[in-house]
């Protein structure tokens, strides 16, 4: 995790946030001021259950809801909670639920990548749309990750924290992914460093998005 310091002194409730001594950060050097990434920056991601009412009929609830920006190796990078439920029912015959990505209003069918033990520490998932297609046809641009070397010390303020859903990403002022804010198991939020989510890209890339397909010989028919 990247150190950083406050810009107010406004108290967060149920914020854990790491931060170093001001003797390291002063030796650090200058300190980067992020924000969160603009709404035209990122996308949704939620789960939804078909459910019946009272009148029998089919009713679409929404289950979680989380921001997420777009990547090179995954579609979609979120935070992990918004799908755990969805991957602790998913083998559940009786519930019927989707994963979505939300682009500009317009739902479009997800899939969550599952390539292990998640969330690896770092309470961040993939997602992916079902069809291939879908994002060349939407043309969304991933979104860089600042370089890791020598980072600076991050500051961050307060009021945008708080403002913020998980899975926003802070940006630096070269319009670069310096941190993701992300929620603990308990509740309390923390932020995800650029050298974080590389980590976590890392372990995602052994797996594919979607099978590979193999042409038959016709040798061996």
């Known amino acids: 995790m990247k150190t950083f310091t406050f810009v107010l002194s406004i108290p967060v409730f ?18 980067s001021v992020v924000h ?8 949704t991601v939620t789960v939804t259950e078909v459910r019946r ?7 679409e609830v929404l289950i979680a809801q989380a921001v997420g920006f777009p ?9 992990f ?13 009786e519930v019927r639920q989707q994963v979505n990505i939300v682009v500009d209003g317009t739902s479009y069918p997800a899939k969550f ?4 033990f998640y969330p690896l520490g770092l309470n961040l998932a993939c997602i992916d ?5 879908i994002r ?7 979104l860089p990750l600042e370089e890791d070397i020598n980072p600076p010390s991050l500051s961050y303020d307060d009021k945008e924290i708080v403002t913020s859903c998980p899975g926003t990403p802070f940006l630096n002022q070269n319009g670069e992914i310096s941190s993701v804010l992300t929620a603990t198991p308990f509740g309390p939020l923390e932020f995800a460093s650029a050298k974080d989510i590389r980590q976590f890209l890392d372990a995602v890339g052994s797996v594919p998005a979607w099978p590979s397909l193999r042409r038959r010989s016709f040798s061996s028919i």
Do not use: H
């Not at 009412?53 to 009713?59: A, E, T, V």
């Open 136 to 142: 060349t046809q939407l043309q969304i641009a991933p």
């Open 129 to 133: 749309f079902v069809s291939p297609t």
């Open 36 to 43: 969160p990434a603009p709404a035209s920056k990122t996308i």
């Open 71 to 79: 990547n090179d190796k995954c579609d979609v990078i979120t935070t």
């Open 14 to 31: 149920g914020m854990v946030l790491s931060t170093s001594a001001p003797t390291q950060a002063q030796m650090q050097g200058e300190t």
């Open 53 to 59: 009412d009272r009148d029998k009929q089919d009713k």
């Open 81 to 93: 909670d918004v799908v755990k439920r969805y991957e602790e029912r998913q083998t559940w015959s």
């Open 113 to 116: 990548r599952d390539f292990g």
